[in-house]
C-alpha cells in the first residue's frame, strides 16, 4: 500500500458521515412507567450517536383536568390557548423530560433535555391564521436549525432527548407534533450525519389489515403506499407519519423504520417493523 | 519586546481565568411578570459568560394547591414526597425554566436550560435520614460537579439557566435550594473562572435594621458578620444566603454581592448592594 493510497483512505474515512439514530417515542410508552422502563433501557444500550424525541401521553390530559383546562377544540382540530401552551410546557418540557433524563442517567447514558428554545435548537413560527387559529402551535423553521449546535451536543458525547416544543423567538413557547419534530431535525441533520429515523409507536409497523398485527408490511414505497392509501385500509392515524418519513428520505435522509416501541433494537437492527423506501 | 517576552505574554494571558457570573434569583422576580421582564433585559445586557440559577416561587404553591398537592411539613421543616417533587419538577424545571430561556432567546441571549441530571451538571445524593427525612431532597456532589461540561456549554456561548433541581443518579429527581445550587457551582467552577456571584432578592442587601432599606451595609467581613448576628438585628432569611456566601468566598470565590433584584446591573459594576469580604 502507497503512502498515497493510505492518506487517500484517511481522507475518505475522515470525509464519511457517522451513522445518527433520531429516535421518536410517543404516548404508548410515556403513559407506561413499566414500557417506558424497558423502553429507555433499550435506547441507552444502542451505541453511538443518537437523539431521542418524545411526545406527551394521558398525563397532560388528567393534570390539565385537575387545573381546570379543558381540552378545546374548533372544527374538531385542538386548539393551544394560553392555559394549555403552560400545561404542556410543565408536563412535556418538565416533568417527562426531566423523568426520562434522570432514567437515562441512571442507566450511563449521558442525556441532555432540551426544547425549542434551548440554545435555539428549534426554531419555529406561531401558525398563522386562514380557517383556523390554532393558537400557541410552532411551524419549524427548518432553515432556522443550526446543524452546529447538535453537532456540538453529539460530537460531545452528550445525548439529547427533545421535548416536542418550539418557540418563536419572540418569548413564546410553542406546541409542536413530535412526529414532525423528528423528521424535520432528521432532514436538517442529515448534511452531517448518516441519519436513521426510526418512528416507535404501538403497532408493529405499517398493517395491510390494523387488526392484524401480522400483516406487517416489511418494506414500503411510495407506490404501494399510494395503493395502499386508495384501498383506505391503513389506520387513519399512521398516515401523518408515513407522509413524514417519506418527506424525510426524499431529502437525505438515509433510512425510516416505524414499529413498536416494544420491539426498538429490531427496528434498530433492521429485523422488525416497516422500512420505508423510495 | 522580545520573542520571549511576547510569547510569555502569550502564555500569560492564555492562563488568565476569564470572568464568569453566577447570579441567583428567587421567588420575588419570579411571581411577577413584570419584575421578571425587567430583570431578565438586564441578565441579558450583560456582556460576558453567565449562568444563572432561579428558584421557583409561589406559583408552585398555587398550582399544587390545584392539584390538590398539599405543603407537607414535619417539625416545621417542608418536606418534598412523590407528589411535591413532580410538581417542582413541572414548574421550575418545565413552565419556569422555559418561560425563562425563551423570555432570554427573545433578548438575543443564547440561553439553555438545564436541571440537574442535564448533562449530568448536578450530581447529588439523597439527603440522609436522621431525625427527619426530608423526601426527594438532595445534597449536592460538589466533587462530581464536572467543570468541563460547564465549560463546554460556557466557551460556545452558551447562557445556562439552572432550575433549583438536581438527581441522585439513580434515576430520581431531587429538591434543592437555589442559593445553595449558585454557591457550590461558583465553588466548583472558581478552579476555571474568575468568579463573581451575585445573590438577587427582595431587599437592598444585608441591612443593619432590616425595616430600612437605607440601612445598607455595604461591605460585611466575617467579623462584622459574627457581631451582627449576636446583635439578632439581621433577618432570620438571610442567614443562609450569608452563610453559603462566605464558604463560596473562602473556597475559591472572588467575589459575593447580595442585593436587590431589581438593581441587578449595579451589583454588578459594584455600584449597589452588599460586598462580601473575608
Request: charged share 20%; hydrophobic share 40%.
Amino acid at each position: 500500500m502507497t503512502s498515497k493510497d493510505s492518506t487517500g483512505k484517511a481522507i475518505h474515512e475522515g470525509n464519511k458521515k457517522q451513522l445518527l439514530y433520531i429516535i421518536k417515542t410517543g404516548g404508548n410508552v410515556i403513559d407506561d412507567a413499566e414500557s417506558l422502563e424497558v423502553f429507555l433501557k433499550d435506547f441507552a444500550s444502542i451505541t453511538g450517536k443518537k437523539i431521542l424525541v418524545h411526545g406527551g401521553g394521558k398525563i397532560a390530559t388528567t393534570i390539565g383536568e385537575k387545573l381546570g383546562i379543558e381540552p378545546n377544540y374548533i372544527d374538531g382540530r385542538r386548539i393551544t390557548n394560553d392555559a394549555t401552551i403552560d400545561l404542556v410546557t410543565m408536563v412535556y418540557g418538565g416533568l417527562l423530560n426531566k423523568k426520562i433524563v434522570a432514567a437515562l442517567q441512571s442507566l450511563q447514558c449521558n442525556a441532555i433535555g432540551l426544547t425549542g428554545p434551548d440554545a435555539n435548537v428549534l426554531p419555529a413560527t406561531k401558525r398563522p391564521v386562514k380557517t383556523i387559529d390554532y393558537g400557541w402551535v410552532g411551524d419549524i423553521d427548518s432553515a432556522g436549525i443550526d446543524p452546529a449546535i447538535w453537532q456540538l451536543f453529539l460530537d460531545n458525547g452528550l445525548v439529547p432527548v427533545v421535548a416536542s416544543l418550539t418557540h418563536d423567538g419572540l418569548g413564546h413557547m410553542l406546541n409542536t407534533n413530535a412526529d414532525t419534530i423528528a423528521a424535520v431535525l432528521a432532514r436538517a441533520l442529515s448534511k452531517l450525519y448518516h441519519i436513521k429515523l426510526v418512528f416507535c409507536f404501538e403497532k408493529n409497523g405499517v398493517l395491510e389489515d390494523v387488526n392484524d398485527e401480522h400483516s406487517l408490511i416489511a418494506q414500503l414505497d411510495t407506490k404501494s403506499y399510494a395503493a395502499l392509501r386508495e384501498s383506505k385500509k391503513l389506520f387513519a392515524g399512521i398516515l401523518p407519519k408515513i407522509d413524514n418519513a417519506f418527506d424525510a428520505i426524499s431529502n437525505g435522509v438515509e433510512e425510516v423504520v416505524i414499529g413498536n416501541s416494544r420491539l426498538l433494537l429490531q427496528l434498530i437492527n433492521g429485523t422488525g417493523g416497516t422500512k420505508l423506501v423510495l
